[in-house]
């Protein structure tokens, strides 16, 4: 379960992280 639950998070992460520069970049 542990491992399905970072699966999970990694494209959630890496779609939040390019908001958060641009949010900072602006």
Do not use: H
């Amino acid at each position: 379960r542990a491992s399905t639950a970072i699966v999970m998070e990694n494209p959630v992460r890496l779609r939040i992280i390019p908001l958060v520069q641009q949010a900072a970049g602006d």
